[in-house]
């Protein structure tokens, strides 16, 4: 006989530890499933200097710890266990994983984002042996060496500072002339003497013997190409959701965000969506746990309209 549960929700980030502690706060019998680390993207920032009350600076990966302890403590029931199928039609839906299946009256879909890959030669060949997409995991790694970062946004350059703490020299490479990150963090690394830039240019080909040792770049203006050495090549150029398990299911825009309404509802009755998977303007810790809360709420809401 499958379990049942009032609310399951898919994803141990922010979103989902959020609509976790509001679900079991609320007494619904509650199942957070996540199928590797919990506290997802934040867990891998060292520094979440931007989450209200976080000015201490607690690490990600102890704020995140933090609130999988508090929705626990409430009564969330928590599992690692990759979903690999869920069927969301019916007033009861069903989620399967690798160990078995589970039933429930709503679904909240919280997974969140992965980083983009670039897709240039070299790049695959080279994972894990100088090409990182999280400086927190790899960083020290790279004590006394030089590495590359690419990308202009907030990540690349929040990862940038991270790096130099531990690298001998950080080399932020941009493809336009202007950095998109967010001013604080561009005065930062404006500041910092171990951050060089290397302005409208792109990765073309990731080289190494087994491990990396060059990367070959092109000026998309003049349309030159060089090599700079690096140790370590650190990529952040965006994120894709995660939303494999359900774009068939519910309404997704051009890139597979999930489309909801301001209470967190997606096309398809008693699912809902938070988070990084969600279409939306701005992906932060906060507005994941906001997420989190409004889906959790909503899906109560819903249960009292359907079922009693
Ligand atoms: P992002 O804002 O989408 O920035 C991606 C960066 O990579 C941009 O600078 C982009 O260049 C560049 N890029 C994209 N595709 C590229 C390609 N094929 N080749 C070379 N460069 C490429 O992604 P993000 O920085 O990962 O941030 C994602 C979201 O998380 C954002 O909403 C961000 O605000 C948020 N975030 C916030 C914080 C914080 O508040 N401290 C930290 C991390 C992330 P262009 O600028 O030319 O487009």
Known sequence: MAQEYDIIIIGGGPAGL???????????????????????????????????????QPTGPEITARMKKQAEEFG????????????????????????GEYRSKTVIIATGAKPRLMG?????????????????CDADFFTDLNVAVIGGGDSAIQEALYLTKFAEKVTVIHRRDE??????LQDKAFANEKIDFIWDSVPVEIM?????????????????ISEIEADGVFIFVGYDPVSD????????????????D?????????????????KKMLRQVVTAAADGAIAAVAAEHYMAEKFE
């Open 208 to 224: 190494g013997d087994g491990i990396v040792e060059r990367l070959k770049l092109k000026n998309k203006k003049t349309g030159e």
């Open 120 to 136: 240039i030669p070299g790049e695959l060949e080279l994972r894990g042996k100088g090409v990182s997409y999280c400086a927190t």
């Open 76 to 99: 969330a029931e928590t599992k690692v266990e990759a979903v690999t199928k869920v069927e969301l039609k019916g007033d009861i839906k069903t989620v399967a994983t690798e160990n």
């Open 179 to 184: 950095l998109r990150a967010a001013k604080t």
């Open 18 to 56: 959020s609509a976790g502690l509001y679900a079991a706060r609320s007494k619904a019998k509650t199942l957070i499933l996540e199928h590797g680390k919990w506290g997802g993207q934040a867990a891998t920032t060292e520094e979440l200097e931007n989450y209200p009350g976080s000015i201490e």
């Open 262 to 278: 301001e209470e967190m509802r997606t096309s398809m009755d008693g699912v809902f969506a938070a988070g990084d998977v969600r």
């Open 245 to 260: 398990l359900v774009k068939d299911l519910v309404e997704t825009d051009e890139r597979g965000y999930i489309i909801t």
